[in-house]
């Protein structure tokens, strides 16, 4: 294991280990989770139009779980702020 001359793993190093570890995904996910939690790092507002429903989230975690959000996200004709109202059906 090559360590640097500050004493920390090289970057690609320490992603290859935490990529292969069982137990990545599940602390990724929680370490998510927490954060929403408690608002830290939330960027976007997501909203049911019948005002049913609204929550803080990562907008990272939106467009990587959705199509549908991601092509919102990355058209360039529409704009896309930090709140999102989408159909509560």
Excluded: W
């Amino acid at each position: 294991m090559e360590v640097s001359s500050n004493g920390l793993l090289p970057v690609s190093q320490m992603l290859g280990s935490m990529q292969r570890s069982p137990t990545y995904t599940d602390s990724l996910l929680s370490a998510l989770s927490e954060m929403r939690n408690q608002n830290l790092f939330c960027d976007v507002t997501l909203a049911s139009d019948d005002g049913t429903f609204q929550t803080k989230v990562h907008k990272v975690v939106l467009v990587a779980a959705s199509q549908y959000l991601r092509s919102l996200f990355l058209d360039p004709d529409l704009i896309v702020t930090d709140h999102i109202t989408v159909p509560s059906t």
